[in-house]
């Protein structure tokens, strides 16, 4: 069985660097999730002014308008079967700023009539990214959105996001940089860090549901 992100990539899959292989081949039929622990350099981006306006996204899980530096950080992916029998990997951050903890979820799986990555972000799902995925030189991945949907319309003029991640033999950590930029309004979001990884077993009675992770 093939994970999501190796029916993306095709033979571009065995390009990644040993570490990377391990962690987008987990499938779920290897029942074990992967938790990461590291800290965010920094997180920057978008105007004072308009971070106020992020308040209606941290409900959901889908942004946050804090923004600092050496800021303590936790990923958790459960690889899992969803509701519809598609595999599907879950994206569980957290952000522990100095009087908030925020949350930045999502849940991608394959899907084979588009060919590509789709994200589904936030608790709530409603809004919807389609991903080009890459292997760098270096046997890095790079993602970038190349549609974004909301409530199942194309949004115009949408925020782009790119990720790009590369594992870190003399750290032996992940290095990750994320970017969400807006055409009119610049950079949202930007995040960047390291962040050491441990696989262990996974139990269904672990797997969050979507919608009610806290």
């Known amino acids: 069985m093939k994970s999501i992100y190796h029916q993306a990539l095709g033979e571009e ?69 969803d509701e519809k029998g598609r595999e599907t990997v879950s994206w569980i951050r957290r952000f522990f700023f100095p009087y908030s903890i925020r949350g930045f979820d999502a849940a991608m799986r394959y899907d084979e009539d588009k060919q590509c990555i789709v994200d589904d972000l936030g608790k709530s799902g409603n809004v919807q990214t389609e991903l080009n995925l890459h292997v760098t030189s270096e ?49 949202l979001l930007m995040y960047e860090g390291a962040v050491h990884t441990e696989f262990l077993p996974m139990t269904y009675n672990n797997i969050p549901e979507r919608g009610v992770i806290e």
């Open 13 to 81: 899959f065995h390009r990644l660097h040993p570490e990377m292989q391990k962690k987008y081949g987990l499938t779920s039929k290897q029942n074990l999730m992967m938790l990461g622990q590291g800290r965010m350099t920094e997180i920057r981006g978008a105007h004072p002014l308009l971070r106020p306006l992020f308040q209606i996204g941290i409900k959901d899980h889908l942004v946050f308008g804090e923004r600092g530096k050496d800021v303590p950080f936790t990923l958790e992916n459960y690889v899992y079967t």
């Open 139 to 187: 046997g890095g991945l790079y993602m970038d959105s190349k549609a974004v949907n909301i409530y199942g319309s194309l949004v115009v003029n949408a925020p782009q996001t790119s990720v790009y991640e590369h594992y870190d033999e003399e750290e032996e950590a992940y290095r990750v940089h994320v970017h969400v930029e807006h055409p009119l309004f610049g950079t």
